[in-house]
């Protein structure tokens, strides 16, 4: 069988609206293919699903899903709308606006559609008086509930009548709608081949000979035979880290090298089985496309006009691409918010659209979009939920990066546009750090090191500061190029020097062994150490880390200082002390004691006379410095 890319845009569309009004009828006379099964033929009712295309003047493919009229599968009617480019809103001409016109309308807003077109379908049987005064209630009613100022035809699935001026509509509407996403910066700096592909699981078989094989809308991307894929799934065998091969590729019944989004596809897999599989399953080229969770904060749509507000931690049904549960929804307080507690991990990702249905039934509650995926820290709560609140809508791609940046303060490089850098924004290696919020904790940390007058680690300034680890490794990075500290002994200590974290970490995890020596010291000729261990131990002993106290015998710097400390704290400059005294004020042997009087000859605190030493300076944490 021949192969070949699909063509220059892609696009499809949803046909929603009340059962019995000609939905599946109207398919047939735009695209010639029947999409009822043989069951749903008998009983008159669309219950799943239904899949066809047609193709405009260019070869364009244009893929139409039917989506089911009765409440009873109004799950199934989410699941097909997701992500598409456009919806269809059939309404009979003999019947009018019905209950079901208006969730399926709710639910399309819901999920974020505002490209809607309104067919009048059965034309013919009704008089053109009655279709003009039917005309004027349909746009009334659905510019009340969105806002929208709908394209609108009359036709007639039976006779073919308007069917060639609805199909000029929908070619309209896809073509702009598709030329609109494939301009639309989907990463930071919008790379093409960065923009993962995603597409939501909505069927899964098996075919002897061919292998498993999955369906759904591809939402975003291009998936190739050949690449590898991932699954986000709540199934054990479904690891995201786990990737399968792209054996084949089929779209609107062709085989196919490449599809683009938005593209109805069929997708042949290798390495998994079809019982692994299941519909709300998300499949994505890069693992980090979905995350799986059990807890959700949506920001509910303002413009929607819904039931009444339910109580806190009522049970509620959730749709999302094409998966569906159960939850618990949470009002978050004088806000749009709502949290939600799955009853299991859903594949989901940031801005996507997602529908609140009553448990049991087929009215809406909510619309939105997800905003947080994952746990929120106690003393970011309440900042995080205002910056949550605030955001414009629809909730884009790119606003991700800046609730980030908003919440914490800074932000990694990569993660942001170009064209959103502004002044306000200090460039540190890989991050980007807020001026305002940089001074702040600046001199939050100075006020707390110095009126402490001690030394804390990168934990202690995470307690007192209110920041995650993350954030004070950031700050203190920073703040260490600007010569406002250094780490000292895993303590960051206000003012300039040599910052132990500069090492390798060889060299930190050896300067470590040393220190655990303590008075013993570490002793060159009881060690079997390399070549490179032996220039890091002199490299150490350079750096003034360790001192070379005599023969063959190192010890840590600060042992050396607290050690000097202890032998002349009390004396003044010209005092006499002997050996005794320094053994017994250093706790030392003979053996270490002689060594470490001679290195403080060495350095300048004591000259020799005779079997005394004559202290030259009295102590003092000045003089103490060494480094």
């Not at 659905?142 to 036709?155: F, R, W």
Request: proline share 2%; net charge positive; aromatic share 6%.
């Amino acid at each position: 069988m021949s192969q070949k890319i699909l063509s220059t845009y892609h696009a499809s569309i949803g046909i929603i609206g009340h059962v019995d009004h000609g939905k599946t009828t109207l398919i047939h006379a735009l695209t010639g293919i029947l999409t009822a099964r043989e069951h749903e033929q008998k009983c008159g009712m669309t219950q799943d699903l239904g899949f066809a295309y047609f193709c405009d003047p260019q070869g364009n493919n244009i893929g139409i899903v039917d989506v089911p009229g009765h409440e009873r599968y109004i799950r199934n009617m989410v699941s097909g709308i997701a992500n598409l480019n456009a919806v269809i809103l059939v309404i009979s001409a003999t019947e009018g606006w019905m209950p079901m016109t208006t969730d399926h309308v709710q639910i399309a807003q819901a999920l974020g559609q505002t490209n809607i077109i309104i067919c009048i379908n059965k034309s013919d049987l009704v008089s053109e008086k009655e279709l003009l005064v039917l005309e004027e209630i349909v746009l009334e009613r659905l510019m009340d509930m969105t806002d929208i100022v709908p394209d609108i035809v009359c036709v007639s699935a039976r006779t073919k009548k308007g069917i060639d001026l609805l199909k000029n509509l929908i070619i309209k509407a896809v073509s702009t709608s598709a030329s609109e996403q494939s301009i639309q910066p989907q990463c930071p700096d919008n790379k093409e081949n960065s923009i993962p592909a995603r597409l939501y699981i909505d069927r899964s078989f098996t075919i002897k000979g061919i292998g498993t094989v999955v369906t759904g809308t591809l939402a975003q991307g291009t998936l190739n035979v050949n690449d590898k894929v991932y699954i986000a799934s709540s199934s054990i065998k479904n690891q995201q880290s786990q990737a399968f091969k792209v054996r084949s590729l089929q779209s609107y019944h062709q085989q196919c090298d490449t599809v683009q989004s938005i593209s109805r596809v069929a997708i042949c897999l290798k390495g998994v089985k079809r019982k692994d599989i299941k519909r709300g399953d998300c499949l994505m080229s890069d693992a980090s496309a979905c995350e799986m969770t059990d807890q959700l904060i949506v920001r509910l749509s303002d413009s929607i006009k819904f039931v009444p507000k339910l109580k806190s931690y009522k049970n509620i049904e959730i749709s999302l691409g094409s998966w569906h549960g159960y939850g618990q929804l949470i009002y978050l307080k004088d806000t749009n918010l709502v949290r939600l507690k799955l009853s299991q991990p859903a594949p989901v990702y940031f801005g996507q659209p997602i529908a609140l249905i009553r448990h049991g039934g087929s009215t809406l509650i909510h619309g939105g979009f997800i905003v947080w995926t994952s746990e929120v820290t106690g003393f970011l709560r309440r900042k995080l939920y205002h910056v949550l609140n605030t955001l414009s809508l629809p909730i884009k791609t790119q606003q991700c990066a800046q609730i980030q940046f908003s919440l914490r303060g800074y932000i990694e490089r990569k993660d942001i546009a170009s064209n959103a850098i502004t002044s306000n924004m200090i460039t540190h290696q890989q991050w980007l750090l807020d001026k305002q919020w940089l001074e702040t904790q600046t001199e939050l940390i100075k006020t707390h090191l110095f009126s402490a007058n001690v030394a804390m680690g990168s934990a202690e300034l995470s307690q007192h500061l209110h920041l995650d680890i993350q954030a004070i490794e950031v700050l203190t990075q920073y703040l260490k190029t600007q010569k406002v500290m250094h780490l000292s002994y895993a303590k960051w200590v206000l003012g300039d020097g040599d910052s132990e974290d500069d090492l390798s970490a060889d060299a930190q995890s050896f300067l470590s062994i040393i220190r655990d020596k303590g008075k013993a010291g570490f002793e060159l000729s009881k060690e079997d150490l390399t070549t490179a261990e032996k220039a890091q131990l002199r490299n150490l002993a350079r750096l003034k880390y360790i001192v070379h106290i005599e023969g063959d015998i190192y010890y840590d710097q600060l042992l050396y200082r607290t050690l000097i400390k202890a032998i002349i704290a009390t004396h003044v400059k010209g005092d006499r002390i002997n050996m005794n005294d320094i053994k017994e004020r250093s706790g030392l042997s003979r053996k270490y004691a002689i060594p470490l009087a001679n290195r403080m000859q060495q350095d300048g605190w004591v000259r020799r006379q005779e079997n005394e030493r004559i202290i030259l300076k009295a102590y003092s944490e000045e003089t103490l410095i060494i480094k």
